[in-house]
């Protein structure tokens, strides 16, 4: 199993990003999926989460309607386009199974840094 999360970076406020979470090792197609972030100082969250066929998501109240996730099964890669960025969502950014545990296999996520 292995994840590989990109597309982070430094950005201003109010401009975008588009994350892509590359799966190998299994088949995201099989599995609803999520992307969490880890602020510094504070514990892993769920940020949002998308049904094994895309028809389905859910967002954290603080990013709705600024957060699109998406997914390509063909492509095996998982997506999060981050619109109106705000300082507060600086974080490293992970991609994973919806239940994945602090046990399980994580990805080395990517950093997003939001600030003028």
């Known amino acids: 199993v292995r994840l590989v999360e990109s597309g982070g970076g430094l950005v201003q406020p109010g401009k975008s990003l588009r994350l892509s979470c590359a799966a190998s090792?299994?088949?995201?197609?099989?599995?609803?999926m999520s992307w969490y972030r880890q602020a510094p100082g504070k514990e892993r969250e769920l940020v949002a989460t998308?049904?094994?066929?895309?028809?389905?998501?859910m967002y954290v109240d603080s990013v709705k309607g600024r957060f699109t996730i998406s997914r390509d099964n063909a492509k095996n890669t998982a997506y999060l386009e981050m619109n109106s960025l705000k300082p507060e969502d600086t974080a490293v950014y992970y991609c994973n199974k919806r239940w994945a545990t602090p046990h399980d296999y994580w990805g080395q996520g990517t950093q997003v840094i939001v600030s003028s």
């Open positions: 090792g299994f088949t995201i197609s099989s599995y609803t």
């Open positions: 998308i049904s094994s066929d895309g028809a389905g998501t």
